[in-house]
DNA sequence: CAAGATTTATCACGTACGGTAACTTTTCCT
DNA sequence: AGGAAAAGTTACCGTACGTGATAAATCTTG
């Protein structure tokens, strides 16, 4: 609760992403078995999935994330959007 | 056929995912062995996961998108950044 | 404590994975 | 242009594990 600000963005492992998903999935009310009828998933993979398990499949992965509300967004580290606006904010790695 | 500009963004499925991997890397000129070595990943591995396979490990994916130099954000869709700035909403329905 | 939510065990099936080699495509050189 | 080399794909094998469904076990609420 202390880090919602700072639970989305970047995400390297499949813990962190689990990690997200979970915390997202919970502060929307929603149980396993709820997200599992949406998207078709079982409650198994979700819960597995939302633990981190590494070997879950990817595409698996992206409907739940999906399921949940959630983007997953790719771009080059250290590199700006070659889009436009030029925006700010890049900080992280202490 | 796919626009380099929006290569970067909003991933769904995938073959999306794998795409952006597989564009990014050519952008780069690294050959799937040259990743292959940085990342501890088969080639094989690499060549099924840009081109898409819904089985591919998640956690594999995640490895190899960091390899590349690739960012993997997370943030509800639907909502704005947290920052200023209204920008476009969503589309696409199931 | 009870109701609800999540984890885990079991079973059976399917397939990811690495390594290797053969094969196909792409790249690039004379 | 033609062809060779490089890059990428794919089939084989065996090991190992993911997955769904269900139910039982465990944890989390209220």
């Given at each position: 609760m202390t880090d919602e600000d700072s639970l989305y963005g970047t995400v390297q492992t499949a813990e962190e992403l689990g990690r997200v998903a979970r915390t997202h999935?919970?502060?929307r009310r929603l149980t396993l078995e709820?997200?599992?009828?949406?998207?078709n998933l079982?409650?198994?993979?979700l819960s597995?999935?939302?633990r981190g398990k590494e070997t879950a499949e990817i595409g698996k992965?992206?409907?739940a994330l999906r399921t949940l509300g959630l983007e997953v967004i790719i771009q080059p580290r250290g590199r700006a959007m070659p889009v436009h606006r030029a925006d700010?904010?890049?900080?992280?790695?202490?």
């Open positions: 999935r919970k502060q709820t997200v599992s009828g949406l998207g079982s409650t198994r993979f597995e999935f939302e992965v992206l409907k700010q904010a890049r900080e992280e790695t202490p």
